[in-house]
């Protein structure tokens, strides 16, 4: 069974560090000390096979441009990123292009054509793809101990507009459901003691994350025309798009693009798209660095989301006592060298 | 008494074409759809001397980037836009530049070299102004009749993360407090009838807002130094930094700049920044077209909040059951010619 990865919220676990005598006031940290001073250990490698590299053509000044993409881990949308992975290796991509670039919404890329080849054996995966069923345990006392799962604990202390609870699964944002799965007869019978408790997970549409263009439903889309978003969190796609990973660095080649003036910021005229020289998988690129993010499961990540909904460094007057799961991104980093 | 307006959401005045005899399914306006129909009479121009045009330096390509402020009406942050008239006029940002563009967060502008003269007579405006309090009627049932407000009842639909009520003012995203003034004990002797209800409001910050960057507090800026969000809303600021407008045209010469190298995306050298021709004030600038938006009164303003919330055109399969304030942006449009 996939547990959700949670964080711990607990603010006994708050690291802050402690006064001196001669200090009167608290000296708090910013949520960007807090990580930078996260424990070597709390830092989780991402494998170079769940990147994604995406290289466009150089800028007007001949600057280097690439976009490095981790692709989500299961139980979410597997469907969608093994037809990814099959289109990088077969490299689909190469020689498609940066299409559309919506202010405010999302940068899409792919075929403009929409005539090219697809590779041979893509999965056409079905809607019901858009959420994870999980169960959360069947235990005693279950659906509490589902409930006191820190990573949502500390979530609901900000309530969502978007009627779900917000938390954090094996280091991405993610909605959950409130709803619980009926108890068949048998089972009530059996396990009086037990209660189930199938959740709906499925991922957000935060700042950076990248999704699955499609066309009307039922279709979902192959994973061949992909976007992100570079504006405000769209969270209305949530559920109604397939999302596949998050630009991890170099979102400033696809965030800085000008505008499209077409309709949704489509490209009118051909010259405007930008090139896309190739797209690998990150074990397959060259000169691939080693990344890691902060597990939401550590300490300081649990430090570092209380810091976002209640600044307390110098700057800030007033705490806000909530953030947004948007505005709580799990810091990605490019690996230390030693 | 400056009462906020509010915007209808009862559900039995959302717009929905009623259904004909042989379609199935009811056929639901997208949130685009239901402001392009909306009446003459629910949009509320935006008078020329609330306007700031902002003229930065052609582009690569010689085209000329012209970027249009709204300010924002009292009683919010007047403090600060006052300054801004007379920065304005003394003609202070002609000849500085854009000196700052962090991804996911903010583009900044004005004298990089902090040795400008600023022009006599600016206000040192309290950090009081950060927010306005208001008076929600002081009548029998004041502050049940404040509660039902249609602003908030209907944006109470959608709970906020940050520990706000949020609605909309005079056709601004405005957080608000659930805080109630206590009465003194002469009022609660002579008007047992009466309820005080103290509400505190503030500006929202939204994508497009416009704010005084400020050095640490007590400071809070002239005005002189200006941002816009061009990334997620970061709500953590509200309160915090005095919002005085909005950019309602060309917000992509700002959001569209290359992002800065430099510590908080400041550009790093000289030759980077991005040179500020003119800013003046709309009653004073050259071909400055009229502006209307539409009323958050309306109730096609409550159509369109209502299908943001719960998109039911045919794109969409699951409608999410809320929005947060900053995914209901407020429509602002060039007034049609007639």
Redesign the interface.
């Known amino acids: 069974m996939q547990m959700i990865k949670t964080l711990l919220a607990c603010a006994a676990l708050i690291a802050h560090p402690p006064l001196s005598a001669d200090v009167a006031a608290p000296q708090y940290l910013s949520p960007g000390e807090i990580v930078s001073v996260a424990k070597t250990e709390e830092w989780v490698p991402i494998a170079p096979s769940d990147l994604m590299v995406m290289d466009l053509a150089p800028d007007?000044n001949g600057k280097v441009r690439r976009v490095v993409i981790q692709l989500m881990p299961a139980p979410f949308s597997q469907g969608w990123v093994g037809n990814i992975r099959k289109l990088a290796a077969a490299k689909f991509w190469d020689g498609t292009s940066v299409n559309r670039?919506q202010?405010?919404y999302v940068v899409q890329w792919g075929d403009a054509t929409e005539k090219k080849a697809l590779p041979d054996g893509l999965a056409v995966v079905p809607?019901s793809g858009?959420i994870t069923a999980q169960e959360c345990g069947d235990v005693v006392l279950s659906y509490n101990a589902c409930l006191v799962q820190p990573a949502f604990r500390h979530m609901a202390q900000?309530?969502?507009?978007?009627?779900a609870d917000t938390g954090f699964a094996q280091g991405w944002p993610v909605s959950r459901s409130g709803k619980r799965r009926e108890l068949s007869p048998a089972e009530r019978k059996s396990r009086w003691w037990r209660q189930g408790d199938l959740r709906m997970l499925w991922p957000t549409h935060?700042?950076?994350m990248v999704g699955v263009g499609r066309n009307?439903?039922p279709d979902t889309g192959t994973g061949a025309e992909l976007y992100t978003v570079i504006?405000?969190?769209?969270?209305?796609l949530?559920?109604?798009i397939a999302l596949v990973g998050r630009v991890i660095e170099g979102?400033?080649h696809l965030?800085?693009?000008?505008?499209g003036t077409g309709a949704l910021g489509f490209y009118e005229k051909e010259e405007e798209r930008v090139p896309i020289l190739s797209v690998r998988m990150g074990d397959a690129a060259t000169d691939v660095p080693a990344f890691e993010y902060l597990s939401t499961d550590s300490a300081s990540f649990a430090a570092y989301a209380d810091a976002?909904?209640n600044?307390r460094d110098?700057?800030?007057?007033?705490?806000?006592?909530?953030?947004?799961?948007?505005?709580i991104?799990v810091p990605v980093r490019r690996k230390a060298v030693k």
């Not at 504006?231 to 209305?236: D, L, M, S, T």
């Not at 110098?314 to 505005?327: E, L, R, T, W």
């Open positions: 007007p670039v202010d405010n809607e858009y900000s309530a969502d507009a978007y009627k935060c700042y950076g009307l439903a504006g405000h969190a769209p969270r209305h949530d559920r109604n979102i400033e965030s800085s693009l000008p505008r976002r909904a600044r110098p700057f800030f007057n007033v705490p806000a006592g909530g953030a947004d799961i948007c505005n991104p």
